[in-house]
C-alpha cells in the first residue's frame, strides 16, 4: 500500500485550505485542518478488487450495478461529487483535456464510470454535471461509455475505501474534503493505476489503459512504448525503462549490422559472378 506523492499533497492541501478558510470554517481552522488530513488522504491499493455488487443509481435514474460497467474492457474511475465547488470539477475538466488528444473512446476501447461520494447528489444533478462535461467534451458518441453514478452513503463508502480513497465531510462548510486521483481499473474490477492530481498525461492515460486491458486495445505502438516505458506508482506516472531502452538499442544495432553485413556480402557475390 503506498501513500500519494508530494504532488498529491500539494493538491489536497489547497482543498483543505478552501475549505478551512472559506466563511463558514470554524474559528480555529489550523487546529480542524490537522484533523481533517489525518482523516483523508489516498492509499494505493494496486491488485485490489472493488466489490462489482454495489448498487448505485445512473444519470437517468435507473438502478445499476456496478459491475455492469466492467465488460471485458478497462474501466476508468473517477471519485468526484457533482456539487463539489472546485475540486471536483478540475478532475472531470483535466480528464476531458486528456480524452481530448487521446483517440481511444469510451464506450468502445473502455469506460468511465464517475461515483459522487455525497449522498446527497441526485441522478438530477449526475445528468447536469454530464451535460457541462459533455459541452466541453464535445464528443457525443462517447455519452453512453462515461456514466455518472450516485448513491447511498455505505455504496459510496464501500467503493472508496475499497480504492483507497479517503474524504471527510465538514458539516458546517457543507462540503466534502478530499484528494485529486484517478484510477484506472482491470476488466475484471482490480485496480492497477493511480493519477494524481487535476492533469493527466493522454500518453501515460492510453499506456494504463492499454496495459489494464492486458494488450487486448492498442496496437503495436503502445506494445513498443510499454517496452521503453514503465508505471512508477510513487509518482502516479510513466517513466522511461532505461535498461529496456538500452537493451532495445542494442538489438536495432545488431540487426542493423547483420542487415549490413548480409548486404555486403550479397553485393560482393554479385560482383564475383559478373565478373
Known sequence: MKRFSAGMSAVLMLALCLAAFSPAAKANPVRDQNNRLQRIGLDQRLGNQVPLDLEFTDEAGNPVRLGQYFTGKPVLLLPVYYSCPMLCTLVMNGVVKA???????PGREFEIVAFSINPKDTPETAAKKKDQIFKEYKRDEARDGWHFLTGSEASSRALAQAAGFRYDYD?????????????????????????????????????????????????????????????????????????????????????????FVTRSLREERAARSGA
Request: glycine fraction near 8%; charged fraction near 20%; hydrophobic fraction near 50%.
Open 99 to 105: 480524452l481530448r488528444v487521446l483517440k481511444f473512446v
Open 171 to 259: 458539516a458546517t462548510s457543507g462540503e466534502y474534503a478530499h484528494a485529486a486521483a484517478i484510477m484506472v481499473l482491470t476488466p475484471e474490477g482490480k485496480l492497477s493505476h493511480y493519477f494524481f492530481g487535476i492533469e493527466y498525461s493522454p500518453r501515460d492515460l492510453r499506456l494504463a489503459l492499454v496495459e489494464a486491458s492486458k494488450q487486448k486495445i492498442g496496437g503495436l505502438a503502445d506494445q513498443f512504448l510499454l517496452l521503453c516505458f514503465h508505471y512508477d506508482p510513487s509518482y502516479g506516472r510513466y517513466s522511461l525503462e532505461v535498461m529496456n531502452f538500452i537493451r532495445l538499442g542494442a538489438l536495432a544495432t545488431v540487426l542493423a549490422l547483420a542487415w
